[in-house]
């Protein structure tokens, strides 16, 4: 996070770390059907299941993610000139019942793929074969860390959130583990998108608890407490995440609680002075009600959204 990087442009935006990737977009069909892959398609597809990137969950989860390329009109492996890119993954589990707690079936699968939104990664198609399960979405890709405008920012906050307040208000159930900053993805256009797998369907294990991670709300700690709640307390911290470009926020996430005012001490420093003050505080402010220790006091995911857009509007 060094003083001497060059400050960003505010037409340039780009990005900021790792979890945040960009896409080109496919076409978006709201009732397509899913179609069902083979492990041999998926194969041939992603050339022998090359891994892209693997990302390392709290315990001992890990997901796997492979580019592949299809045809865009029959879906099937390509190389032609009509190929889309997409992303597959796959759960796996360092546990002797790993596999069994992975698998899918095709009901489920049906079931992720009617959640569709247009800030949720679309689901394209799965694979339930031999002891292997994968779901095969719209590709996202990585590409060269840079700093993110404020602006631009802000915009990936509103689409966060406009995920989540939609996935609050058709589930009325909480996200938990599924809110975390690395399956925060963004399109060509700095779309933010949340890769969605729907935890009541044991795609996480039944029975996990998770401790000490600042994506935890004091409610859950003490008491395995769950609530829609949950979700803006790691709102909260992801928003943090976002505006101090650091993954090191336990102690200024401590301090934050107390002192709003210090959002402005440990807003990312590649942004120098190009951001608005007074909505850098009301930020700071939101920050700070998404993470109060008492639930009832948090606000609503669709209240957050309304915080948001007014601070678009404030400027």
Same mark, same amino acid.
């Given at each position: 996070?060094?003083?001497?990087?060059?400050?960003?442009?505010?037409?340039?935006?780009?990005?900021?770390?790792?979890?945040?990737?960009?896409?080109?977009?496919?076409?978006?069909?709201?009732?397509?059907?899913?179609?069902?892959?083979?492990?041999?398609?998926?194969?041939?597809?992603?050339?022998?299941?090359?891994?892209?990137?693997?990302?390392?969950?709290?315990?001992?989860?890990?997901?796997?993610?492979?580019? &592949?390329?299809?045809?865009?009109? %029959?879906?099937?492996? !390509?190389?032609?000139?009509?190929?889309? *890119?997409?992303?597959? @993954? =796959?759960?796996?589990?360092?546990?002797?019942?790993?596999?069994?707690?992975?698998?899918?079936?095709?009901?489920?699968?049906?079931?992720?793929?009617?959640?569709?939104?247009?800030?949720?990664?679309?689901?394209?198609?799965?694979?339930?074969?031999?002891?292997?399960?994968?779901?095969?979405?719209?590709?996202?890709?990585?590409?060269?860390?840079?700093?993110?405008?404020?602006?631009?920012?802000?915009?990936?906050?509103?689409?966060?959130?406009?995920?989540?307040?939609?996935?609050?208000?058709?589930?009325?159930?909480?996200?938990?583990?599924?809110?975390?900053?690395?399956?925060?993805?963004?399109?060509?256009?700095?779309?933010?998108?949340?890769?969605?797998?729907?935890?009541?369907?044991?795609?996480?294990?039944? &029975?996990?608890?998770?401790?000490? %991670?600042?994506?935890? !709300?004091?409610?859950?700690?003490?008491? *395995?407490?769950?609530? @829609? =709640?949950?979700?803006?307390?790691?709102?909260?911290?992801?928003?943090?995440?976002?505006?101090?470009?650091?993954?090191?926020?336990?102690?200024?996430?401590?301090?934050?609680?107390?002192?709003?005012?210090?959002?402005?001490?440990?807003?990312?420093?590649?942004?120098?002075?190009?951001?608005?003050?007074?909505?850098?505080?009301?930020?700071?402010?939101?920050?700070?009600?998404?993470?109060?220790?008492?639930?009832?006091?948090?606000?609503?995911?669709?209240?957050?959204?309304?915080?948001?857009?007014?601070?678009?509007?404030?400027?």
């Amino acid at each position: 996070m060094g003083n001497g990087l060059k400050p960003c442009k505010q037409q340039h935006p780009s990005y900021l770390y790792e979890p945040l990737i960009n896409t080109p977009l496919l076409e978006e069909a709201e009732n397509e059907n899913l179609r069902v892959f083979s492990v041999k398609e998926l194969k041939k597809a992603t050339k022998k299941f090359k891994k892209e990137r693997v990302v390392e969950g709290e315990d001992t989860y890990v997901q796997t993610f492979y580019k &592949g390329n299809i045809n865009q009109t %029959t879906s099937a492996p !390509s190389r032609t000139k009509t190929r889309i *890119a997409v992303s597959v @993954m =796959e759960g796996l589990l360092h546990t002797p019942h790993g596999l069994e707690e992975w698998k899918i079936s095709k009901e489920e699968a049906e079931s992720l793929g009617e959640s569709f939104h247009p800030n949720l990664v679309k689901l394209l198609g799965y694979c339930c074969e031999d002891n292997r399960s994968l779901l095969v979405f719209e590709y996202l890709g990585k590409e060269k860390e840079e700093t993110l405008s404020w602006d631009t920012r802000v915009e990936i906050a509103i689409g966060i959130a406009q995920g989540v307040a939609f996935l609050h208000s058709i589930k009325n159930s909480p996200l938990h583990q599924e809110l975390r900053m690395h399956n925060i993805m963004l399109d060509e256009q700095y779309n933010a998108k949340l890769l969605y797998l729907d935890s009541k369907k044991q795609f996480w294990p039944i &029975g996990w608890t998770f401790v000490g %991670t600042i994506y935890m !709300s004091p409610e859950y700690l003490e008491a *395995a407490t769950l609530g @829609m =709640e949950t979700d803006v307390y790691t709102f909260g911290v992801i928003l943090l995440e976002l505006f101090t470009g650091s993954k090191e926020i336990s102690i200024y996430l401590k301090r934050l609680r107390t002192r709003p005012s210090l959002f402005m001490e440990i807003i990312d420093p590649r942004l120098w002075t190009h951001y608005p003050v007074n909505a850098a505080t009301k930020m700071g402010k939101l920050i700070q009600r998404c993470t109060k220790d008492n639930w009832k006091k948090r606000p609503s995911m669709q209240q957050v959204l309304d915080v948001l857009n007014s601070i678009v509007i404030q400027y």
